[in-house]
């Protein structure tokens, strides 16, 4: 990483971002500060999703303190990062991702979205070695794991890494999320507007580290969540200010973001008046 766009990331962090060439170790969630903004896919409205060289920005720009990766996993067992079951809306290809094998998948391209700012080319999708090779330790990561039966193969990746404090594994599945915490990994929960409206989230205290909830919830339910027991409670896919103050007025302490650089250049409103 340029050293200018290291000094620029921590200046604007408060030096949160620390690589691991300046020692120290590895960052981890515990160095979280108190309300964490995740770039979600990497802050899709502002770089290419789930892309190498969008992380890289995301990373760069020092906006958000964790990185979310969706991943998907290949006919051959390898684990990528792709949103979608299918490659048809973000690549050039088309077809399942499950049906690839990892030299087919070196032959896929990401189309990056035409509406995004900047200049971004057509690139290969990484895989999830190289996501964790290139940025675990340097950023905190989250990782969906889109595929369960992938839960496995990604916690022997971590646990080689040394990485097991610095990532959290995702799932919409609370069974999964609970085998993720029996497999010694930070577990995350995420929950729809319509789950939450029947949710008991303070069953979920003894294996999930961040719950994960959608803002379109009802006030009660986020309230509800917020007030559950498990430490941290982000509110997804936050996209304005507004949308933002709210969640965090009704007591979660972060928020999963498409647009981290918005999030980080508007000031929270201590008062909403809706």
């Not at 595929?147 to 022997?156: C, H, N, T």
């Not at 509800?224 to 430490?231: L, M, Q, T, V, Y």
């Amino acid at each position: 990483m340029p050293a200018l766009l290291v000094a620029t990331a921590l200046a604007a962090t408060g030096g949160t971002l620390t690589p691991l060439e300046w020692g120290g170790g590895p960052l981890t969630v515990d160095t979280l500060r108190p309300v964490v903004y995740t770039a979600h896919r990497g802050g899709a409205l502002e770089v290419p999703e789930n892309s190498m060289s969008g992380l890289v920005a995301a990373l760069e720009r020092g906006t958000a303190q964790v990185l979310d990766v969706d991943t998907r996993m290949l006919r051959d067992g390898t684990l990528v990062a792709m949103h979608d079951a299918t490659l048809d809306r973000t690549t050039t290809s088309k077809g399942r991702v499950r049906d690839l094998t990892a030299a087919d998948w070196r032959k896929v391209r990401l189309k990056p979205d035409a509406d995004l700012e900047g200049r971004w080319r057509p690139e290969r999708p990484p895989t999830i070695a190289e996501v964790l090779d290139r940025f675990g330790g340097r950023a905190v990561l989250m990782l969906e794991a889109k595929d369960p039966d992938s839960l496995d193969a990604l916690a022997k990746m971590l646990k080689k890494r040394g990485l097991v404090r610095s990532v959290l594994v995702n799932s919409n599945r609370p069974a999964v999320t609970e085998r993720a915490h029996e497999l010694g990994l930070i577990a995350q929960l995420w929950r729809s507007a319509k789950q939450m409206r029947h949710d008991e989230p303070k069953k979920w205290r003894g294996f999930v580290d961040v719950l994960d909830v959608d803002y379109k919830a009802r006030n009660a339910d986020l309230v509800r969540a917020a007030r559950s027991g498990i430490p941290r409670v982000w509110a997804h896919t936050v996209n304005r200010p507004k949308q933002r103050d709210r969640v965090l007025r009704l007591g979660c302490n972060g928020v999963i973001t498409n647009a981290p650089g918005l999030m980080w250049r508007t000031p929270v409103r201590e008062r909403i008046h809706d």
